[in-house]
């Protein structure tokens, strides 16, 4: 009986499911400003920072037991967190919008959850909402407050798993469980979607369960009905508004209009004081052009201590992503994706009205730049950050031909910027390529 039942919602939710799927044409509108944004910080903070341990995973995949596990909750005390300073430095970074783990895979709550559940206010000694001071925080400076959630709860009696190779049983035994984990699971983001209001969603876990499983059309619908205008991510099992590649960077230009790279600045997402292995500026802003000349946005991850101090290579991180972003702002906010791969030999973006060309240039090479397959006339080269003119020379134009000349920019050393020189082009009218194979 219970599972005709089960089958017959199944059925009937996938029935509706498939016919409301995000349409990319009836969001665009709402996508704008995270469009624009290009870089978000991300925020992984939780008990797992007081003893290093990986974040939710360590008892999952039984690196430690769930008992000891939790007892980190002991000693997490947010003592030093200053959410002005956390916001101020997200702010001198550059990005438009940050997320925050409200709850992990753990289930431990930062703010003050009605549910019979973890949280930081009864569990641990910090005693108190960490996320409304942060929230606030970044919406002075104006900066969207994002909310991560993990849809996953290992900690929870009434989710599946606990660990990776054990289950508390199977949802198609006890379907009465599975609704009792939903109800509380829908319960935690309404509590979250009427506090805090956020302007974006970022759900983590999906991968454990299905669109109907999870209800992802309800969670997608609720969210919506209260704040009509917030952004959602992908991981919603198809229900979400864009893609989230991880760590890795897509070598083409993912498909679906709006996608973001998550990455971590170290190998962690939370703090692990063993974790040295950062990523340099230069790295980290290599990599951030690469993303936005694709057309993407960078959510890039600091995992503070357990007391609410940000490590100082993160801060170090941040500063001189924020000094590069703010020397090069009109190539990266606001900017669309660049010219495709073949016209320039490094990342590029466009102005929204693509009357200007941005390339972008690492390392100090002197020799002049090339630029293949522009039709339109050169106006005028400037070095952002410094405003130097450059000079630059057409070749091989045939007067009777369309084929377009190539064009080569001088780039002399002392005019170079620091980690990433970035040149703007402004164009007669609309960018104009040639990309054939130069016959006549
Ligand atoms: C993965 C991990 C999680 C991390 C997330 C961030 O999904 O499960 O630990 O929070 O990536 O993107």
């Not at 002991?74 to 002005?84: I, N, Q, V």
Request: charged share 20%.
């Amino acid at each position: 009986m219970r599972h005709a039942f089960y089958l017959l919602s199944f059925l009937l939710i996938s029935a509706v499911q498939g016919q409301q799927k995000t349409n990319p044409d009836e969001i665009r509108d709402k996508m704008k400003w995270y469009e624009n944004a290009k870089l978000g910080i991300f925020i992984h903070w939780g008990i797992y920072a007081v003893n290093s341990t990986d974040e939710s995973w360590a008892f999952f995949n039984r690196k430690i037991s769930w008992t000891e596990y939790m007892q980190q909750a002991k000693g997490f005390t947010a003592s030093r967190y200053d959410p002005e300073e956390w916001a101020e430095l997200i702010q001198y970074s550059g990005a438009g919008y940050a997320v925050i783990t409200t709850k992990h895979h753990d289930g431990v709550a930062l703010w003050n959850t009605k549910a019979k559940h973890y949280d930081v206010v009864d569990n641990t000694p910090a005693k108190r909402d960490l996320l409304a001071p942060f929230y606030s925080a970044i919406r002075k400076r104006g900066i969207k407050a994002g909310a991560y959630f993990s849809l996953i709860d290992w900690s929870h009696p009434d989710y599946p798993a606990i660990t990776r190779d054990s289950v508390r049983y199977q949802i198609s035994n006890d379907y009465e469980r599975w609704q009792r984990f939903r109800n509380f699971m829908h319960g935690q983001l309404k509590e979250v979607n009427d506090l805090y209001k956020p302007d974006l969603w970022w759900f983590d876990g999906d991968w454990e369960h299905s669109a109907e499983e999870w209800e992802s059309m309800r969670i997608r619908t609720e969210i919506l009905r209260v704040n009509p205008l917030s952004v959602l991510n992908g991981r919603l099992a198809g229900w979400g508004d864009y893609e989230t590649p991880e760590q890795n960077i897509p070598v083409s230009q993912p498909k679906y209009p709006w996608w973001e790279l998550c990455m971590t600045t170290n190998d962690n997402w939370g703090y692990k004081v063993t974790d040295t292995n950062w990523k340099t500026p230069f790295e980290i802003i290599s990599i951030f052009a690469d993303v936005v000349s694709n057309g993407g946005n960078l959510l890039l991850d600091i995992g503070p201590k357990e007391d609410g101090t940000i490590p100082a290579e993160q801060v170090n991180i941040l500063r001189e992503l924020g000094d590069w972003n703010k020397a090069n702002r009109e190539a990266i906010f606001g900017s669309r994706a660049g010219i495709p791969k073949g016209h320039f030999f490094g990342p590029t973006t466009l102005s929204a009205d693509s009357t200007k060309l941005y390339l972008f240039v690492s390392g100090n090479s002197e020799g002049p730049l090339l630029v293949k397959g522009l039709t339109n006339k050169i106006k005028s080269i400037r070095v952002l950050g410094n405003n130097s003119a450059l000079t630059h020379k057409v070749v091989g134009k045939i007067s009777w031909s369309p084929v377009p000349g190539l064009v080569f920019i001088n780039l002399p050393r002392p005019v170079q910027t620091k980690y990433i020189t970035v040149l703007e082009l402004s164009l007669e009218g609309p960018i104009k390529l040639y990309s054939g194979q130069g016959g006549f």
